[in-house]
């Protein structure tokens, strides 16, 4: 590995499992310190423990992203254990495939909740860390990563909601791009 992202810190929300823990993996072998994020304790434990046996760093993290107030110890946690905020890599997401016809206003919810929600919630607290380190003067180079899917672009039988949500991650990345 090539060590770009040496000095580097970063949260990845979702990060007990999937593309989440593969992106904690690759940032800490390349020198970022990361924050794995997940509800799931024990995945996220799983996932530091790998990194810090490779020689990386890490910390678990269960926030939980759809609260405004709990994502804040995110932010915390990375500014506390490493130093610094230098990125967040939302990735946290759930599906409740369903039919539309068969989908409760609880699916919908939770879907929309964590995609939408849970990627504002994070963002916005480290967006204001950011723009409080440069009104004292301080560099900053923020990074905010959104992952989406191609439901959100062409939709998705059977998950209405979870397509919805990922195409409004697209307009919301846009809009803060």
Not at 131 to 144: A, Y
Request: hydrophobic share 45%.
């Amino acid at each position: 590995m090539s060590g770009i992202c040496e000095g580097r810190v970063a949260i990845i929300t979702g990060a007990g499992g999937g593309l989440g823990a593969a992106h904690a993996r690759v940032l800490a072998a390349e020198g970022a310190s990361v924050v794995v994020n997940d509800i799931n304790e024990a995945a996220a434990a799983e996932v530091v423990a790998e990194i810090t046996a490779a020689g990386g760093k890490a910390v678990v993290n269960t926030s939980d992203i759809t609260n405004y107030d709990d994502s804040l110890n995110a932010v915390k946690q990375a500014i506390d254990s490493f130093g610094d905020l230098h990125a967040v890599i939302n990735n946290a997401g759930i599906n409740r495939d369903r039919m539309f016809a068969s989908l409760s206003e609880a699916d919908w919810d939770q879907v929309i909740s964590v995609h939408l929600k849970g990627h504002f919630c994070i963002a916005s607290h480290a967006v204001q860390y950011w723009r409080h380190q440069s009104k004292l003067g301080n560099p900053v180079s923020g990074r905010l990563v959104n992952t989406t899917s191609g439901a959100g672009l062409q939709g998705s039988v059977g998950q209405s909601n979870y397509a919805a949500a990922k195409a409004g991650m697209m307009g919301f990345t846009r809009s803060l791009a």
